[in-house]
């Protein structure tokens, strides 16, 4: 079975610009989590996604927005890019969502994007 | 508050050399789960272990081994017999409803 994939594995953009990131979560899993890896703020939870739904939310700003399309698949966008988006957005799956770890969670390889 | 501390920033062994890396967790809930991943330089986070609360007997997976005690509120795991192979960052995690609250990570490194 293969893992959760994710394009592009690297970007880099300019200040102002947007990026979007796309996520392929494992078959059969339909929540779709994605998460913000900096040196200084470590793992952050920026949003989670269910049946095309965002249950949740981090504590992001509204530049940072997200979706879950019928067949599982996950994008997020970033707009007006900041110098500090520069970091590695990593997607992660689960068969439903986490509920608390009653479900596993399984990450992908990471979208590393350099914001210059 | 939920929360997870993992207090080595860094280990160095040698190959061989057993090394547990230590992870403590605050939670007000009283049925939990927690998590280990390990993150080599590639990037992605390997998924390790997920232990209920309810079930404090170690677990071992061939050289890795968790000591699951709530009496202290730790989650610790153990390597035996390093290998070169085993360098990376191990991030203990714990679920808040449907997020991962992660600690800040243990780097691991593995020498000849």
């Known amino acids: 079975k293969a893992g959760v994939t994710q394009t592009p594995r690297y970007l880099i953009k300019t200040r102002g610009q947007q990026v979007t990131l796309s996520c392929s979560p494992i078959?059969?899993?339909?929540?779709v989590s994605w998460y913000q890896q900096t040196p200084g703020q470590g793992l952050q939870f920026l949003f989670e996604?269910?049946?095309?739904?965002?249950?949740n939310k981090g504590n992001f700003p509204g530049r940072f927005s997200g979706r879950q399309f019928s067949n599982s698949r996950s994008e997020m966008n970033v707009s007006t890019l900041e110098l500090g988006d520069s970091a590695l957005y990593l997607c992660?799956?689960?068969?439903?969502?986490?509920?608390?770890?009653?479900?596993?969670?399984?990450f992908g390889p990471g979208t590393r994007l350099t914001v210059l | 508050a939920q929360k997870v501390t993992q207090a080595q920033t860094e280990i160095s062994v040698v190959e061989k050399e057993d090394v547990t890396l230590d992870c403590v967790y605050e939670?007000?809930?009283?049925?939990?789960?927690l998590f280990w991943y390990k993150q080599p330089p590639s990037g992605e986070l390997v998924f390790l272990i997920r232990?209920?609360?309810?079930?404090?007997q170690n677990e071992i997976s061939g050289r890795y081994s968790w000591n699951f005690q709530k009496s202290t509120s730790s989650f610790n795991f153990t390597i035996t017999a390093s290998q070169v192979v085993d360098s990376a960052v191990y991030f203990c995690?714990?679920?808040?409803?449907?997020?991962?609250?992660f600690g800040t990570g243990t780097r691991l490194q593995v020498f000849p």
């Open positions: 939670t007000r809930d009283t049925t939990y789960y």
């Open positions: 232990r209920n609360s309810f079930d404090e």
């Open positions: 992660a799956s689960s068969l439903e969502p986490l509920a608390g770890g009653w479900n596993e969670q399984f």
């Open positions: 996604y269910f049946s095309e739904t965002q249950r």
């Open positions: 078959s059969g899993h339909r929540s």
């Open positions: 995690a714990l679920p808040r409803k449907d997020k991962l609250i």
